[in-house]
């Protein structure tokens, strides 16, 4: 309490002397990158620009799927796009699905080097120009990712602070904490199959047969083994048949309100 | 004061010599940098302020003779019979080189003296600016007259030699007298764009290195510079201490000149193929192109700068190697996972913007994520009634795999390439795993068979 009298007795003294200026400077209203998906957009308005996002949540959450999602928006926006990938885990076919411009997204591949993987999120930074970097954290184990020291991120965001960079990272477990002006909490909800399910659910009892094609799918395949493969314009068949799963938002900031919010990704029509 | 060499041998005479060999220019180049090709056997150099090399003018002493003896054997040694002559006036050098053998040296005033008894003929029109159809005409009128020598032709009345002849006739005359004034047409050398140095000391550290590179690089841009020109290439060769070459080259997208970008490509370069021994010789050619031209624009969308986006890209690759930074490509084949990285190139990413971007991305909903794991997990998968029921992956630090199988939907059987060695076929299944252990959720993976050798993987996680 006397610390906090003798703040405001300085900081008033401060401000007669040298004006406003001496002031704590306020929150920055941010320009925002769109996400793709309206629910999302609807809470945050965006990923801020110039500013640090976290993504947070466990394997199958749905991250993956926002990624793609921001970075097919940001691609077709003509913006020049960085993704960090510390487990080289991002699959082109599926991005290219998802209508990002593969030619204005650079991919470093750091190997499972978390070091590498920051200096190269920092010299992506340093240049400056991007629309949107990624540093994609989301198969570091949450004991490693909390070990990070925070002057890497009140580096990054000193970075960014004046630039229309926004900076992403996803990541298991919050480990950007305070240097990040949005967080997104994300958990899996529910999936929806198609008949798949059932036919596991009578496997118990009866003979199940071999799954049959589902007209709706529009699944190709690509012929079995001695048979000339069929020509076929997509690559990715059996996603086809996860056809939707809802996914959950929890948004942790600002602190003062944690709405929550679904949204439903889809699996991929031909 | 102006030197002449008329080349007299016309088997051995090489003006523009394309094997290599010596040619007339490079003769005259020998003795001074202002040269005029005045035709295929003529070069003409002014030697203002070569005093040192021809004596000073105007006087007409050893200096002047010794050194067109010079000329006449250092052209010997190149090949060539020439004759010299030296003038105040550079036609009248001309005209004494075409017509008098060995070595002339014209005094100042005396050029009459000297060119006098010359035959008209040999008068050169087009050194007066002479049209061809008008010399000849010219010719006819002075053969006329009887008109046979410079001389005769010099002494002619001026008032009657402008007003039947004309302006033409009048710098014919001059030129006849020696008294012509002209500046010389000077030959103007393709301009070089090469820095090389040799060293006093073998150099093997890179911080001295850098020092040599940055002072070649400073040359070779201002040349560039002074040119306006660019360059998107260029290449440095380092001579080292076993007599052998190490040769790097780097190629840029745009053109540029900044000097201290191209330092940090090649210093960055060098760490990454440092040459085996010391250098003791470096040089540095640039490939000059124009430079781009650039118009900002209001609307124009945000992107990095070349010259800075190509230093961080080099330092990418240096931090993460070079095929680990750049664009993905999808290849033109069903195989899994077939793709290439190719070098991250703005100017490609900005020719296809022009696509409809709704088109592109329509009203498609967010489509479910995959993450690949590369190389694929090595799983035991247990089946019963034809269908996974346990999993268990081997990389003992992922648990969230290891678990029951709560629903799996397959299996889904893709092949290809069956006339190549590396042919696949596999039969694939999108389950969802429920993890042993901790309090993981459902995991939803792509696991497959692999139908050449009957091993289980997990292909990737669906997030």
């Given at each position: 309490m006397r610390a906090?009298?003798?703040?405001?007795?300085?900081?008033s003294a401060l401000s007669k002397r040298f004006g406003v200026s001496s002031q704590a400077r306020g929150k920055f209203?941010?320009?925002?990158?769109?996400?793709?998906?309206?629910?999302?957009?609807?809470?945050?308005?965006?990923l801020p620009r110039s500013a640090i996002t976290e993504i947070i949540g466990a394997t199958s959450s749905g991250r993956t799927s926002v990624l793609l999602s921001v970075l097919a928006q940001a691609t077709w926006s003509d913006e020049v796009c960085a993704l960090i990938d510390i487990g080289d885990r991002f699959d082109p076919a599926s991005a290219a699905h998802a209508g990002i411009a593969l030619d204005r997204l650079l991919w470093v591949r750091c190997a499972n080097n978390l070091e590498r993987a920051f200096k190269a999120t920092d010299l992506v930074l340093q240049s400056g120009g991007f629309g949107l970097v990624i540093l994609d954290m989301a198969d570091v184990a949450a004991q490693h990712a909390r070990r990070i020291v925070s002057s890497w991120w009140y580096r990054f965001r000193r970075t960014i602070e004046h630039t229309p960079t926004a900076l992403a990272v996803i990541s298991q477990t919050s480990c950007v904490r305070s240097c990040a002006s949005l967080s997104l909490e994300l958990k899996h909800y529910s999936l929806?199959?198609?008949?798949?399910?059932?036919?596991?659910?009578?496997?118990?009892?009866?003979?199940?047969?071999?799954?049959?094609?589902?007209?709706?799918?529009?699944?190709?395949?690509?012929?079995?083994?001695?048979?000339?493969?069929?020509?076929?314009?997509?690559?990715?068949?059996?996603?086809?048949?996860?056809?939707?799963?809802?996914?959950?938002i929890n948004q942790r900031k600002p602190i003062a309100c944690s709405p929550m919010a679904k949204f439903r990704t889809h699996t991929i029509t031909a | 004061?102006?030197?002449?060499?008329?080349?007299?041998?016309?088997?051995?005479?090489?003006?523009?010599?394309?094997?290599?060999?010596?040619?007339?220019?490079?003769?005259?180049?020998?003795?001074?940098?202002?040269?005029?090709?005045?035709?295929?056997?003529?070069?003409?150099?002014?030697?203002?302020?070569?005093?040192?090399?021809?004596?000073?003018?105007?006087?007409?002493?050893?200096?002047?003779?010794?050194?067109?003896?010079?000329?006449?054997?250092?052209?010997?040694?190149?090949?060539?019979?020439?004759?010299?002559?030296?003038?105040?006036?550079?036609?009248?050098?001309?005209?004494?080189?075409?017509?008098?053998?060995?070595?002339?040296?014209?005094?100042?005033?005396?050029?009459?003296?000297?060119?006098?008894?010359?035959?008209?003929?040999?008068?050169?029109?087009?050194?007066?600016?002479?049209?061809?159809?008008?010399?000849?005409?010219?010719?006819?009128?002075?053969?006329?007259?009887?008109?046979?020598?410079?001389?005769?032709?010099?002494?002619?009345?001026?008032?009657?030699?402008?007003?039947?002849?004309?302006?033409?006739?009048?710098?014919?005359?001059?030129?006849?007298?020696?008294?012509?004034?002209?500046q010389l047409v000077l030959v103007q050398l393709p301009p070089g764009f090469e820095q090389a140095i040799e060293l006093e000391h073998p150099v093997e550290e890179l911080e001295p290195l850098s020092f040599i590179l940055s002072r070649l690089l400073n040359q070779l841009c201002a040349n560039l510079n002074a040119q306006a020109l660019a360059t998107n290439e260029l290449r440095l060769r380092m001579k080292?201490?076993?007599?052998?070459?190490?040769?790097?080259?780097?190629?840029?997208?745009v053109p540029m000149r900044n000097p201290r970008t191209f330092l940090r490509l090649f210093l960055l370069d060098i760490e990454s193929h440092p040459p085996p021994v010391a250098i003791v010789a470096v040089t540095i050619t640039a490939e000059p192109?124009?430079?781009?031209?650039?118009?900002?624009?209001?609307?124009?969308?945000?992107?990095?700068?070349?010259?800075?986006?190509?230093?961080?890209?080099?330092?990418?690759?240096?931090?993460?190697?070079?095929?680990?930074?750049?664009?993905?490509?999808?290849?033109?084949?069903?195989?899994?996972?077939?793709?290439?990285?190719k070098r991250f190139d703005l100017l490609r990413g900005r020719k296809k913007s022009t696509r409809n971007r709704q088109m592109a991305l329509?009203?498609?909903?967010?489509?479910?994520?995959?993450?690949?794991?590369?190389?694929?997990?090595?799983?035991?998968?247990?089946?019963?009634?034809?269908?996974?029921?346990?999993?268990?992956?081997?990389?003992?630090?992922?648990?969230?795999?290891?678990?029951?199988?709560?629903?799996?939907?397959?299996?889904?059987?893709?092949?290809?390439?069956?006339?190549?060695?590396?042919?696949?076929?596999?039969?694939?299944?999108?389950?969802?795993?429920?993890?042993?252990?901790?309090?993981?959720?459902?995991?939803?993976?792509?696991?497959?068979?692999?139908?050449?050798?009957?091993?289980?993987?997990?292909?990737?996680?669906?997030?």
């Open positions: 906090a009298i003798s703040k405001k007795e300085i900081e209203s941010f320009e925002t990158l769109t996400t793709g998906i309206a629910e999302i957009d609807e809470l945050s308005n965006g929806a199959w198609s008949s798949a399910r059932k036919d596991f659910e009578t496997a118990s009892t009866s003979r199940v047969d071999r799954p049959k094609r589902f007209e709706e799918t529009r699944l190709t395949l690509v012929g079995d083994l001695g048979q000339q493969p069929e020509s076929c314009g997509s690559a990715l068949t059996h996603t086809l048949l996860l056809r939707s799963s809802d996914l959950q | 004061m102006f030197v002449c060499i008329y080349c007299q041998s016309v088997s051995e005479k090489r003006v523009r010599s394309d094997d290599g060999g010596e040619t007339l220019i490079d003769l005259a180049f020998t003795f001074s940098p202002l040269v005029e090709q005045t035709s295929a056997d003529t070069v003409v150099l002014d030697i203002e302020g070569c005093d040192l090399m021809f004596g000073t003018n105007p006087v007409f002493g050893e200096a002047l003779g010794s050194e067109a003896d010079a000329i006449r054997q250092r052209a010997a040694a190149f090949g060539f019979k020439v004759n010299v002559a030296i003038a105040a006036n550079p036609d009248a050098t001309i005209h004494a080189a075409r017509n008098i053998s060995g070595v002339t040296m014209i005094p100042i005033g005396a050029e009459l003296t000297c060119l006098g008894k010359l035959t008209v003929a040999a008068l050169d029109y087009s050194l007066a600016g002479i049209a061809t159809d008008r010399a000849e005409e010219l010719r006819e009128t002075l053969a006329l007259w009887g008109v046979r020598t410079f001389g005769e032709l010099a002494r002619l009345p001026l008032k009657g030699i402008a007003q039947r002849l004309g302006p033409e006739g009048v710098r014919l005359q001059k030129l006849a007298q020696g008294k012509s004034e002209r080292l201490e076993n007599r052998t070459q190490h040769e790097r080259a780097i190629t840029l997208p192109v124009k430079p781009r031209g650039l118009q900002t624009g209001l609307f124009i969308p945000l992107a990095p700068e070349p010259e800075k986006l190509e230093l961080t890209l080099a330092r990418l690759a240096k931090l993460v190697g070079t095929d680990k930074v750049g664009s993905p490509e999808l290849l033109d084949t069903n195989r899994p996972d077939a793709f290439q990285m329509g009203n498609r909903p967010c489509v479910i994520g995959f993450r690949k794991f590369r190389p694929p997990w090595r799983a035991k998968v247990h089946i019963m009634q034809g269908r996974p029921s346990q999993i268990n992956v081997r990389e003992a630090d992922h648990c969230a795999m290891r678990g029951t199988i709560v629903c799996a939907s397959g299996p889904w059987r893709t092949s290809g390439d069956w006339w190549r060695k590396d042919a696949w076929a596999r039969d694939e299944w999108d389950v969802a795993v429920v993890s042993l252990i901790g309090e993981q959720a459902e995991v939803l993976c792509r696991i497959y068979r692999d139908l050449t050798n009957e091993e289980w993987f997990v292909e990737g996680v669906y997030d």
